[in-house]
């Protein structure tokens, strides 16, 4: 088993939850940069500092952000 990272999941729920709401204003309520915000709503990297931060604003456990998946052979 290989555990994987769902960024596309982390996205949407940022997405989600950022409504109408600018990246200024999601980055000083979390207390990360607001092109960190855009970032995590990108799918792209971010650091463990600025993920837990966000699943911390989400109310979302970090775990909820990995899954096994079936290892190749």
């Known amino acids: 088993m290989n555990i994987t990272f769902d960024a596309d999941k982390l996205a949407g729920d940022v997405l989600q939850k950022r409504q109408s709401k600018s990246y200024d ?3 000083a309520a979390v207390g990360i940069a ?9 799918g792209l990297a971010l650091s463990i500092k600025s993920f837990t931060r966000i699943c911390g604003w989400l109310e979302v456990s ?12």
């Open 25 to 27: 204003e999601i980055g």
């Open 34 to 42: 607001p092109s960190t915000v855009y970032r995590a709503e990108n």
């Open 62 to 73: 970090p775990g909820a952000y990995f899954k096994e998946t079936q290892a190749s052979t």
